[in-house]
């Protein structure tokens, strides 16, 4: 029965997955954008696109659980 359990994922838990994909998916677009904006000399556009990344890196580290939800209290 404890198998059963611990392969089961928690309700939304495709959903997060999806989410940090799409992430992902954003974080590979935006650092390509600012590669070639880079090569281009639009030094404004690359920094643009550098931050978009980094948001987005901020934002796919925000899904899943967090720590603090991992950690039973002592009773």
Known sequence: ????????????ANAVGGERDQLQQSIQRHEALAQQAAEAGDLGEAGRAILAALDCERRMAAKGPQVLQLIKPRS
């Open 1 to 12: 029965m404890s198998a059963t359990l611990l392969n089961q994922k928690p309700p939304g």
